[in-house]
């Protein structure tokens, strides 16, 4: 009995394959780089008897050039499987054949609103499509979709190759914010109180104030916080998560060379599924840090097995990423006297309940 005909790999496929695994693998190498050797602390002083401000205090490399370069080379790897699998699309069914002109005018079109569709819709080479092929990728186009990350990074990658380098940074995780665990009183017993960060609330920066807790009650003492951070990337609106950036580029790429092969949406279906898990997962986190949510904790806990997720797809090894679970502890920060970094007018903790972090992380110092 003979075995089932091997699928012809796309020209693209091999391409691709590399664009998803070295994506997978720069967001699992940035958690581990931040988790290892990068802390941010928020450095409290008092400003009056019921109000602290905080500035960050910055331990380890904030961003590696090298970090920078290699989100460049998969945004130029993304665009690269798009305009490829336009051109090996077009040129295969094209009837009759492109101009040589038309061939060097070709790449995959993204359209930020209908007028822009409708321009490029009318090009030689998009003529070349079905009828199917157009109205399926009119549907992933960022003005029908009302997702603004495909834009974005095509406006990204563009700026990048044409006109300037582009810029990461670290940044306050928004999904993570800060809890004031050592506050005392604590917010939950301070009557009225109010968090206010900076606005715009800016890339992290040592010894840059970024928020201030005030309260109705007398503040007694308030410690060094945990601070969690994330890397972005600059785009038009600000700063935007490269995780969730990266995971809608994926499947965004993933639907529009189906749609330009042959129609099979498994891959992109997979990834989807994929990312939804992680998402799933980090708002869990979520739920169980900042508001102590039970349910959320058991699905937390449950999903660290990885039970529900889909590992291989098309010989694609979908490993289990690592995400943000919030800030570790680092052995190496144990060494560091955060309250002795503190100027003459910040408040000493007044007990040491106050640092706890500070003696969990002595607790586990490397002798």
């Given at each position: 009995?003979?075995?089932?005909?091997?699928?012809?790999?796309?020209?693209?496929?091999?391409?691709?394959?590399?664009?998803?695994?070295?994506?997978?693998?720069?967001?699992?190498?940035?958690?581990?780089?931040?988790?290892?050797?990068?802390?941010?602390?928020?450095?409290?002083?008092?400003?009056?008897?019921?109000?602290?401000?905080?500035?960050?205090?910055?331990?380890?490399?904030?961003?590696?050039?090298?970090?920078?370069?290699?989100?460049?080379?998969?945004?130029?790897?993304?665009?690269?499987?798009?305009?490829?699998?336009?051109?090996?699309?077009?040129?295969?069914?094209?009837?009759?054949?492109?101009?040589?002109?038309?061939?060097?005018?070709?790449?995959?079109?993204?359209?930020?609103?209908?007028?822009?569709?409708?321009?490029?819709?009318?090009?030689?080479?998009?003529?070349?499509?079905?009828?199917?092929?157009?109205?399926?990728?009119?549907?992933?186009?960022?003005?029908?979709?009302?997702?603004?990350?495909?834009?974005?990074?095509?406006?990204?990658?563009?700026?990048?190759?044409?006109?300037?380098?582009?810029?990461?940074?670290?940044?306050?995780?928004?999904?993570?914010?800060?809890?004031?665990?050592?506050?005392?009183?604590?917010?939950?017993?301070?009557?009225?109180?109010?968090?206010?960060?900076?606005?715009?609330?800016?890339?992290?920066?040592?010894?840059?104030?970024?928020?201030?807790?005030?309260?109705?009650?007398?503040?007694?003492?308030?410690?060094?916080?945990?601070?969690?951070?994330a890397l972005a990337v600059e785009v038009s609106s600000g700063w935007r998560d490269v995780q969730h950036f990266l995971w809608e580029v994926l499947e965004f790429i993933s639907r529009a060379t189906a749609v330009l092969h042959d129609g099979d949406m498994k891959l992109a279906d997979a990834l989807r599924d994929y990312f939804a898990f992680r998402r799933d997962e980090l708002e869990?986190?979520?739920?169980?840090?900042?508001?102590?949510?039970?349910?959320?904790?058991?699905?937390?806990?449950?999903?660290?097995?990885?039970?529900?997720?889909?590992?291989?797809?098309?010989?694609?090894?979908?490993?289990?990423?690592?995400?943000?679970?919030?800030?570790?502890?680092?052995?190496?920060?144990?060494?560091?006297?955060?309250?002795?970094?503190?100027?003459?007018?910040?408040?000493?903790?007044?007990?040491?309940?106050?640092?706890?972090?500070?003696?969990?992380?002595?607790?586990?110092?490397?002798?």
């Amino acid at each position: 009995m003979s075995s089932p005909p091997t699928p012809t790999l796309p020209v693209w496929g091999a391409r691709f394959a590399r664009l998803v695994q070295e994506s997978f693998d720069f967001l699992g190498s940035q958690s581990d780089r931040s988790n290892e050797h990068l802390v941010v602390r928020a450095i409290p002083r008092s400003d009056g008897r019921h109000r602290v401000v905080y500035r960050y205090g910055v331990l380890g490399e904030l961003l590696p050039f090298d970090v920078i370069e290699d989100f460049r080379d998969i945004l130029a790897r993304g665009r690269s499987v798009l305009d490829i699998a336009m051109f090996d699309a077009v040129t295969r069914q094209a009837s009759p054949p492109l101009t040589a002109r038309q061939e060097r005018s070709t790449y995959f079109p993204i359209a930020a609103t209908e007028a822009d569709w409708n321009s490029l819709a009318g090009q030689p080479y998009m003529k070349a499509l079905t009828a199917d092929q157009l109205k399926n990728l009119e549907k992933l186009q960022p003005f029908v979709t009302g997702s603004g990350t495909l834009s974005e990074f095509a406006k990204v990658h563009n700026d990048d190759k044409h006109q300037a380098p582009l810029r990461l940074a670290v940044v306050p995780d928004a999904e993570f914010v800060m809890i004031f665990d050592h506050l005392f009183p604590p917010p939950a017993s301070a009557g009225e109180c109010w968090v206010d960060w900076v606005a715009p609330l800016a890339p992290v920066e040592n010894g840059k104030d970024f928020v201030e807790y005030r309260s109705t009650e007398v503040i007694a003492g308030a410690a060094v916080e945990d601070v969690p951070v994330a890397l972005a990337v600059e785009v038009s609106s600000g700063w935007r998560d490269v995780q969730h950036f990266l995971w809608e580029v994926l499947e965004f790429i993933s639907r529009a060379t189906a749609v330009l092969h042959d129609g099979d949406m498994k891959l992109a279906d997979a990834l989807r599924d994929y990312f939804a898990f992680r998402r799933d997962e980090l708002e869990a986190f979520r739920k169980m840090l900042v508001e102590h949510d039970a349910a959320s904790e058991a699905q937390w806990l449950t999903s660290r097995g990885g039970s529900a997720v889909p590992h291989d797809v098309d010989g694609i090894h979908l490993h289990p990423m690592a995400t943000r679970p919030g800030v570790p502890v680092h052995s190496f920060a144990a060494t560091v006297d955060w309250p002795a970094l503190l100027s003459g007018d910040d408040l000493p903790p007044s007990s040491a309940k106050l640092v706890p972090w500070l003696q969990v992380e002595r607790s586990n110092r490397l002798d």
